[in-house]
Structure formats: structure tokens, C-alpha cells
């Protein structure tokens, strides 16, 4: 499968979706609609390293559309239409107005209220997720942002099951961790 994760700044590719990103088998590409300079930039070439992801850098937002087409991935993923971060909540929107393929949307400042899916992976890819958030050394500097989805992650995989099959249903985790998703299409 063909992939492309849509992320506002360098680091949402990673906390919201470097577990699945790692996880999954095919062709897989990050695209930074906004990166800062050569250090941000830096950090995301070397996050995407880790997660086995292309990395992509638009010089303008008006672009996004042209990449997507060439891309022309199976799923995009992009930041989930309510969260507190203004600029993602802008991601969000302009995703979701350009590309009427299938589409995803992910957690960073706030969780999903009713997810519909998620993606779940064990402690290899943890690892791996947490040292992708690591390389964006300047992001992690006053927030441990890797231990943070760690635990997050963690509470995701203990509730999910409850959430997608319903209170009572016995449904049981399917691995230690995992991210959820909104389904929009
Ligand atoms: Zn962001």
C-alpha cells in the first residue's frame, strides 16, 4: 500500500502516527507542509529515517494538492479537524477540501472523541515511534513528548477495545499499543 502523512510541523508525523508509519508495509511519505529552516528539516529527514517514510517539503501550501495527485497515495492521514492547534485545525480542513480519496485523521493536542479505528503495534515499534519523536531534538527539549505517546499509546490500547466493540463486549487488545484514527471517508 501507498501512503502519505500530512503533517503541519515537523513531529506530528511521529507523535501522532510513528507507530502505524513504522508498522506498515509499502511506500511511505511524509509531507511537511511548514518546516522552520536546515534544523527542523533536518530532524524530520532523520525522523523519517527511522519510520522508513520519504520525506517531503512543500515550499508553499498551495502545493499540497500537486503532491498529493503525484503521490496518489491509497490513505492519506492528516490532523484530526478539532484539535486545539489552530494551524492543524487549517491542515485539517484544506486536507480535507483538496483530497476525496481515503482519509484518516490523527491525535496530537487533543484525543479523538469517538475514534473509529486504530492502528496496533508492540514495543518494537514503540521503540522505534519514540525515537523518531527524539530526533526532533528541538521539539523535545522542554517536553518529553516520547514518553508522553509512550503512555498515551499505552491508554489507547487499554480503552479502544471497549470503544470500537462496546462496553461488555469482552473484546480484547490486540497488542500493548496503538493509535487511533478518525474515519472520515
Ligand atoms: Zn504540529
Not at 507507530?19 to 509499502?26: K, P, V
Not at 515499534?125 to 516520547?146: E, G, L, N, T
Request: charged share 30%; aromatic share 12%; proline share 5%.
Amino acid at each position: 500500500m501507498r501512503f502519505a502523512v500530512v503533517a503541519p510541523h515537523p513531529d506530528d508525523e511521529a507523535i501522532a502516527c510513528g507507530g502505524s508509519i513504522a508498522s506498515w508495509e509499502g511506500e511511505k511519505c511524509c509531507i511537511f507542509v511548514k518546516w522552520y529552516g536546515p534544523q527542523r528539516k533536518k530532524e524530520a529527514i532523520a525522523s523519517c529515517k527511522i519510520l522508513g517514510a520519504e520525506p517531503v517539503f512543500l515550499d508553499s501550501e498551495s502545493e499540497l494538492k500537486t503532491v498529493l495527485k503525484n503521490i496518489s497515495p491509497e490513505l492519506v492521514l492528516s490532523p484530526y479537524l478539532k484539535d486545539d492547534h489552530h494551524y492543524h485545525r487549517h491542515v485539517s480542513k484544506l486536507v480535507r477540501r483538496i483530497w476525496k480519496g481515503a482519509l484518516w485523521e490523527y491525535e496530537t493536542w487533543v484525543p479523538i472523541g469517538k475514534p473509529d479505528t486504530a492502528v496496533w503495534f508492540d514495543e518494537e515499534m514503540m521503540r522505534k515511534k519514540m525515537k523518531a519523536i527524539a530526533a526532533h531534538k528541538s521539539q523535545c527539549k522542554y517536553r518529553d513528548w516520547p514518553k508522553a505517546m509512550k503512555g498515551y499509546n499505552f491508554w489507547r490500547a487499554t480503552v479502544m477495545p471497549s470503544l470500537l466493540e462496546g462496553h461488555g463486549s469482552g473484546a480484547r487488545q490486540k497488542a500493548k499499543y496503538c493509535e487511533a484514527f478518525k474515519v472520515v471517508r
